[in-house]
């Protein structure tokens, strides 16, 4: 049965156009090896983009390293009368979402963390599917554009022998400790020590450049983002974190 909260928000007038300074070598050339990484995972209500809400969002941002730079992580209202879908999956439910911002509310912020990155997810076609949906419905993102990204996922069997592709076995495959899964938090950092660990063995059998370094060069390129920078810094103050497990901590 749907929760019942506060109406959605007017939708933000366009934002600002703010394309991203480009990494160049000392000749004036791009420079995709100094480009860095956005690795985000949602919760949503569901499994489409065009029917369906982000509910959580978790963000690392990390460096063409791997190193984790910095991260956050908030809860998304999705809006009067819309269900939370599979709670039995991502632990949520509505009263969860009482307070938490709408997405037009934390959207300036989250471009601006995307811009001049590669995005990075596991299962990179479903999350990025959903952010383009819902970022070029509140005009940060231009129509039509198609994101740069990574996925932990499709290139698993690349790095490492693993009997599943699922995050959870890629990371037990890996060594890598996992949080709370589907919280979105856990899973995205998760997801960026998969990251690491893949360019770690890549430089270890002498790969270069790294295997996605056409979505690096696609990044430092990229222009299709759109945000102000004054709304993404008043939006950091905006976030509400998921209570309990799987928080920043």
Not at 91 to 105: M, T
Request: glycine letters at 10%; aromatic letters at 4%; proline letters at 7%.
């Amino acid at each position: 049965m749907p929760f019942y909260h506060r109406a959605r928000r007017p939708l933000p007038q366009k934002p600002l156009r703010q394309p991203p300074t480009r990494p160049r070598q000392a000749g004036g050339q791009l420079d995709a090896s100094r480009v860095g990484y956005a690795v985000v995972d949602l919760e949503t209500t569901g499994l489409s983009p065009a029917a369906d809400s982000i509910i959580e969002i978790g963000l690392v941002l990390a460096s063409p390293d791997g190193s984790v730079e910095r991260s956050w992580t908030t809860l998304v209202d999705p809006g009067a009368g819309i269900d939370v879908g599979p709670t039995h999956i991502h632990g949520l439910v509505g009263e969860d979402l009482v307070g938490a911002p709408a997405l037009a509310d934390v959207a300036d912020l989250l471009v601006r963390d995307l811009a001049g990155r590669a995005v990075v997810a596991h299962n990179a076609r479903f999350d990025v599917g959903f952010l383009t949906q819902a970022l070029s419905g509140l005009e940060h993102l231009a129509r039509g554009a198609r994101v740069p990204r990574v996925c932990t996922m499709e290139t698993a069997r690349h790095f490492m022998d693993t009997p599943s592709r699922r995050l959870v076995t890629c990371c037990e495959t890996a060594g890598i400790t996992i949080g709370q899964h589907h919280t979105a938090l856990d899973d995205a950092l998760a997801s960026a020590g998969l990251l690491r660990h893949y360019l770690a063995v890549g430089r270890e059998r002498g790969e270069e450049p790294v295997m996605w370094s056409r979505a690096l060069e696609e990044a430092a390129v990229f222009t299709g983002w759109r945000w102000s920078e004054a709304a993404a810094r008043a939006q950091e103050a905006r976030l509400v974190p998921r209570p309990g497990d799987g928080v920043l901590r």
